[in-house]
């Protein structure tokens, strides 16, 4: 048997759409597939270097072409490890981390590739390449750069250690923040104190300890940020304190999982980075190649959102204590109050019971009649769901989408659940990414955590998971929609504060009044969503945004704050280090805490988003300008679905995002939208 007879990464897939082989993917197919795509791709660059003419065909489109086993493997393997992990999946990844990232090195930092490159660059003018061309080089160019390959002999050997080294410790980071997620799970022995959730919610709660072996009992698992969902609801004032002081604790405890040591490593060797580059920080370093272009930018940005903000929020927690109050309590609003008072009062002020929602929005009603049909109606694609097709997880379900005509235009993976082998969050990935080089439709996946229920009863979201569901399937029309010729700039393939732009726009259909109309409806009686409970959620739109807008944004400051050091900046407390950042930035407010601590704040120290989390609300200037000219424009109809997908959706990373923002809107964002949705003029 050889690798081509053998692995099912060797070869492309045969079955519809590429999907990968999951009859045959196991977890002793991912390493062997590894190291034979990275062989397998050093070798073609090799091919490259060695051709004597320079030409755009067999330098850039080459590239392109290249290292389809390892692209294959790990699209697979990192969607496989985030939502369905396992010791020996851990193991893997902390193997390849470093060898990837010295693979990667070995490419952009290859002096003769990147001498042609640059030679393409230098000479771009006279090459007489169509837009999208021309911008894959200037991408080329710009990544190569930004990778270091300008660099000295010296600073790139320096470079390529601390690249290897880094990738350990995100991996560690991340894995760490898992293990302790899971032991942080609150578990409950009376079901008194679950006092105030709903029979579907103890039932989950029920059989998430049962899943561990703790029959009887409940267990209230984790989330990834900040609090808990069910801290709206429960009226044990002792158990959503143990559930709140849980959550803050999450990679901060003195035990084998302790980020602390990790997160300031990573602090320092990215700043030690950025200096190779010469400039001080890891901040200055990420911006460059951001629409944002420096720290300063944001920093402006940041500073007309924040001290509305937290006077919003302040005034909310006065409200929320005068509730307290005139309930004949006599303690003072802590973090763990807030979500279940800011119900009372929101119920109080607009007649507004989230939780009474919750059997209007059942799971299957909202995706096929809520995000499926919101969908069909802007750009006129449907879907049919395909129990045949095999899936990386039981719970994996895969959809088929088409085109108005009829042809084939992706397949959605939907995966909904919570499990202890998933990682917190919402997500999307891609399994194939969309490209006409080599004539590939995208397989896009999108991952939740909504808590499941006992066999047999339905899956009721929160408000919130509605939302989540709305937002995570933007990022997957993205990825559908895309039609672009090279894989480089397939779908999301964008810049990191503008990514979450297109996910954030979808979000306007939750509430839309022809979708929420078709699929808020409750699950026993098919009776619709009261007008007046619509009428009154409009009316609540801006109610606890200071609290939500601090919270975020002092994430967002906590993360510009730790890559704005330099390499010398000695840290002797995490916990100081934090409460500093955020007081300078006035955001400190004791009843609203950080949505991340920096010892779970795995977007930045496990992910993509180091110095980039701001990227949500600079994204979000975007949204709240797109929403105004939709509902300008006559809103969810075909005619504006086709303008966006076109000028923007269809493009994926192929134009500069400004550049598609203004081909879309006529004109540059302003922060005006913004302010006003979130109550802060």
């Known amino acids: 048997m050889t690798f081509e007879t053998e692995n099912p990464f060797a070869l492309r897939s045969t079955l519809e759409y590429e999907m990968p082989d999951f009859n045959r993917i196991n977890e002793d197919s991912y390493l062997p597939a590894f190291y034979a795509g990275c062989e397998q791709q050093l070798a073609e660059v090799h091919e490259i270097i060695k051709q004597d003419e320079v030409t755009f065909e067999n330098t850039i489109v080459k590239m392109e072409l290249s290292g389809q086993v390892l692209m294959r493997m790990m699209m697979v393997f990192y969607n496989k490890s985030s939502s369905d992990t396992s010791p020996r999946l851990d193991e893997i990844e902390e193997e390849i981390a470093p060898k990837l990232a010295a693979h990667m090195d070995a490419i952009r930092l290859n002096q003769n590739l990147w001498g042609r490159i640059k030679h393409l660059y230098d000479n771009r003018d006279s090459l007489e390449l169509n837009t999208e061309d021309s911008w894959l080089l200037e991408r080329y160019y710009r990544d190569f750069t930004h990778a270091g390959a300008h660099l000295t002999d010296a600073q790139r050997e320096e470079l ?86 849980n959550s803050l604790l999450k990679g901060g405890q003195d035990n084998d999982n302790d980020n602390r040591p990790i997160l300031l490593k990573l602090v320092k060797l990215r700043a030690k980075r950025a200096e190779l580059f010469g400039v001080k920080t890891h901040a200055e370093y990420v911006l460059q190649d951001r629409n944002a272009q420096n720290p300063t930018n944001v920093h402006n940005m940041m500073k007309q959102i924040a001290p509305a903000a937290v006077r919003n929020a302040r005034a909310e927690g006065a409200e929320l204590q005068k509730a307290i109050e005139a309930a004949g309590e006599n303690f003072q609003l802590e973090s763990w109050d807030w979500s279940l008072y800011t119900e009372k009062v929101r119920m109080a002020k607009y007649n507004l019971d989230t939780a009474a929602m919750q059997p209007y929005f059942e799971l299957e009603r909202v995706l096929w009649d809520g995000v499926f049909f919101a969908a069909t109606k802007l750009f006129g694609i449907t879907f049919k769901e395909r129990k045949d097709i095999k899936t990386y997880h039981p719970e994996a379900r895969a959809f088929e989408v088409f085109n108005e005509d009829g042809s084939k235009l992706a397949l959605f993976i939907g995966d909904f659940y919570t499990r202890d082998s998933k990682r917190g969050g919402a997500w999307m990935n891609n399994l194939v990414d969309q490209n006409h080089l080599m004539g590939q439709l995208p397989v896009v996946c999108n991952n939740l955590n909504i808590p499941k229920p006992p066999a047999g009863q339905p899956t009721l979201l929160t408000y919130d998971e509605t939302t989540t569901l709305f937002h995570e399937f ?65 009316a609540a739109s801006t109610f606890n945004e200071g609290h939500a807008t601090t919270s975020y944004m002092a994430a967002a400051i906590l993360d510009l704050a730790w890559h704005s050091l330099d390499s010398d900046a000695t840290i002797a407390s995490v916990e100081d280090f934090e409460a500093k950042a955020i007081a300078d930035y006035g955001l400190d407010y004791h009843a609203v805490p950080t949505r991340y601590r920096s010892t779970y704040f795995s977007h930045i120290f496990a992910g993509g988003y180091s110095a980039g989390y701001y990227g949500y609300i600079w994204s979000e200037v975007l949204d709240a300008d797109t929403v105004e000219w939709f509902k300008a424009n006559g809103g969810l109809t075909r005619v504006n679905g086709d303008h966006f997908r076109n000028t923007l959706l269809a493009r994926g990373g192929s134009l500069n995002s400004m550049q598609m923002f203004r081909n879309f809107r006529g004109r540059d964002a302003t922060i005006d939208s913004l302010l006003k949705r979130r109550g802060l003029i």
């Open 160 to 245: 390529k250690k601390l690249n290897e080294e880094l990738s350990t410790l995100e991996t560690l980071f991340g894995k760490n923040l898992l293990n302790d997620t899971n032991d942080l799970g609150v578990i409950v022995d009376d079901v008194a104190e679950l006092d105030g959730l709903t029979e579907n919610e103890i039932a989950a709660c029920s059989a998430a300890a049962k899943a561990r072996g703790l029959e009887g009992k409940y267990l209230v698992g984790m989330v990834n940020f900040t609090g808990h969902p069910l801290l709206a609801r429960l009226t044990h004032r002792g158990l959503r304190e143990r559930i709140m002081k």
């Open 474 to 538: 933007g990022h997957a029309l993205h990825g559908m929609l895309s039609d672009v010729k090279y894989p480089r700039f397939s779908g999301t393939s964008v810049e990191r504060d503008f990514v979450e732009f297109p996910s954030q726009v979808n979000e306007m259909w939750l509430s839309w009044p022809e979708v929420m109309d078709n699929y808020a409806r409750h699950y026993e009686t098919g009776e619709k969503l009261p007008q007046e409970w619509i009428d009154n959620l409009k």
